[in-house]
């Protein structure tokens, strides 16, 4: 071996010792303990017989939680943002008009995405933590009369609830393929893609779901299928092709990348929780403790940022009020409680809290201790 | 809720029960129990400070594994082919010349990468399984004067090692960057990547680092990243774009993507690992018992494919004898012994096997146990 600087200086990398943290931003959210345990069963192969059957056991808990009969309901290999570029990267080609609705920090994501394709695309906007109007929103598609549309389902930077049915229905209208984020709505809340009329949805795994971060649940109508296999172009991504992970994932099962075994497995896990629980048990109970969490915010003198009728479940953008540094307040949360909640970015940098609570979070308990620290740090 | 048909036949997902194998193929390998404990550690936030001291943990460790004193050495947020398309999107330019030397199929899958970022491919071929000629390399860079060139250093589809160092030589003589596909050689042999001109490298985490897959290591010179910084054009993938991939990990911290904190620990434990051991003795171990198990498989008749110049320690692809099916011989290893091996494919296919021992696997025990199987199976 060579005596070089590198060897020299060898690191030493001490015991793993992470600080113990109450989750209740945005996401990451908390994982379920069953998960952890299922994380640490032993791997096998990405080709073996078994890896696909955890495969088709996450399809079919995906299929309940995307509310879609689709076949094509899998799992990408990489966090949120991949099933973003996946989506992005399939059906937005070079030339494609590419309308986004634009109200937050993962519309202007999904817009740069498109600007990367070389799509022109063509923004609605509106004020961060304000929906959509139905009515303008159709006619600005049938207006440019896209190739795709997307919108975001749960604006993670808002609060805001799209639930995309006027989009949907003036988009197909016009012959347009639909996308829509679904990060921070998938299990907390009905997406109901069927009966939306969502073509392509993608999420992730590290929010409703209780699992670490790693793997984006991604679902693709058969009509999104079949313009994808007729697209005259090739994905510029090989990584996110869609056609050569359905080759992989879909029947022939040909090797396309090794499959990260273990965040299947948590996925798998987090699945079985949730049709466990039953998937209406499961909205109810981020329901109820969404309506508790916002009646707490108010009792304590909190604004919410996001009208009631555009309003997600899983995470809400209380008002910083005036005079106090949301900073400082974050600070308390963590150094006393250890409590982890966000700020408001963009648009909305400094003036708002950004509170989930989501899967295995959404509780009671959780929402009465995050209210009473809350009161405590603002005090 | 609606009652449509996914609602009524919803699924049951049982409890996780994976089959113990024995992970003696090209990868996954085992992980190692240190990795599973450390995976079952409390996550925290992905802007959290912890986590950016496990990440700078991780930086220190790979640069001791790849042997470089890069600063720019991280992790992306996919698995080793997504560590690919960010060296490949990133380095590799619409109407750029690329080279790359192609002896199997991952320098395949660079050249498709390569082309679907719009270069002109050049591919100077080997025969799978032969190693390359330095003289012919080096002429062949010289008369393309490409501007970037690719070599695998470790070949996972034959078990050819390419040291790289001609290449690297005649590759910066005519101003080209250089990048190596590691994926199979981190951390089971010494690559020198300073020392050997590599300017760009990926690996994955599931072969020498003893994690499960879902992390790619990369590092990249300064002189690549100046480079970089002075592209005129936009990567198409956002995802794997370094620039902003640097903002996130580098200095800013500013948010990209929610990073798969679970996998970052495990990453973290494998290279804890390493350290321990000593890169030294850990190239020692994985070198000794490449030459038992040759040693052992010529002891039961089995020819190497590879001639003992070009060949890798962590991995190997003894010839499949005359009137034997792969398949058959497989087969027995995983019903009699929960042994995976794996076959060949490509020019190779059944024609090798490809017998894996890395990280943890590495042990005179394991080839002991492997070649007594295959001698079985083989009779």
Redesign the interface.
């Known amino acids: 071996?060579?005596s070089?600087?590198?060897?020299l200086a060898?690191?030493?990398?001490?015991k793993?010792?992470?600080?113990?943290?109450l989750?209740f931003?945005p996401?990451?959210s908390m994982?379920a303990p069953r998960v952890?345990?299922?994380?640490?069963?032993?791997?096998?192969?990405?080709l073996?017989p078994?890896f696909f059957q955890?495969n088709e056991?996450i399809r079919?808990?995906l299929?309940?939680a995307f509310?879609?009969?689709n076949s094509f309901t899998m799992a990408i290999?990489?966090?949120?943002?991949?099933g973003m570029?996946a989506a992005v990267?399939n059906f937005v080609e070079p030339g494609s008009k590419f309308v986004v609705f634009a109200g937050g920090f993962f519309a202007d994501?999904i817009s740069?995405?498109g600007r990367?394709?070389d799509a022109t695309v063509l923004r609605f906007e509106a004020p961060w933590g304000e929906g959509f109007d139905d009515d303008a929103a159709a006619a600005f598609i049938h207006q440019h009369k896209p190739n795709a549309v997307a919108f975001v389902h749960g604006e993670t930077s808002t609060g805001v609830l799209t639930n995309g049915r006027a989009i949907c229905k003036a988009a197909h209208a016009v012959g347009a393929v639909t996308i829509a984020d679904c990060v921070t709505s998938l299990g907390t809340m009905?997406i109901?893609i069927?009966?939306t009329g969502i073509d392509v949805a993608f999420s992730?795994t590290?929010k409703g779901m209780s699992c670490?971060?790693?793997l984006a649940p991604i679902t693709c109508s058969p009509s999104a299928l079949e313009r994808l296999r007729a697209r005259p172009t090739?994905?510029?991504?090989?990584?996110?092709d869609l056609k050569l992970l359905a080759d992989y994932y879909e029947g022939a099962r040909r090797?396309?990348?090794?499959?990260?075994?273990?965040?299947f497995?948590?996925l798998?896990?987090g699945?079985?929780m949730l049709?466990e629980e039953?998937?209406?048990a499961r909205?109810e109970r981020h329901r109820l403790n969404a309506i508790r969490l916002t009646k707490g915010l108010e009792s304590i003198g909190l604004e919410l940022t996001v009208k009631p009728e555009h309003r997600m479940w899983a995470l809400h953008t209380p008002r910083v009020p005036q005079g106090v540094i949301d900073l400082d307040v974050r600070k308390k949360l963590l150094d006393r409680h250890g409590i982890?909640i966000?700020g408001g970015?963009g648009q909305l940098a400094g003036k708002v809290f950004r509170i989930g609570m989501m899967g295995e979070c959404s509780t009671a308990d959780n929402v009465d201790l995050l209210v009473g620290a809350l009161k405590e740090a603002l005090a």
Do not use: K
């Not at 952890?36 to 990405?46: D, F, K, L």
């Open positions: 071996m060579s070089s600087p590198v060897e060898t690191p030493v990398i001490g793993l010792n992470p600080p113990r943290r989750l931003g996401g990451p994982v952890y345990a299922a994380m640490g069963q032993p791997i096998v192969g990405h073996d078994f955890v056991d079919a808990g299929q309940v509310g879609t009969s290999s990489g966090t949120g943002s991949a570029e990267s994501r740069e995405m990367r394709q009905p109901d069927d009966e992730c590290q670490p971060p790693g090739t994905n510029h991504s090989w990584y996110f090797y396309h990348h090794t499959a990260p075994i273990t965040s497995y948590a798998r896990e699945l079985a049709l039953g998937i209406g909205y982890e966000q970015f």
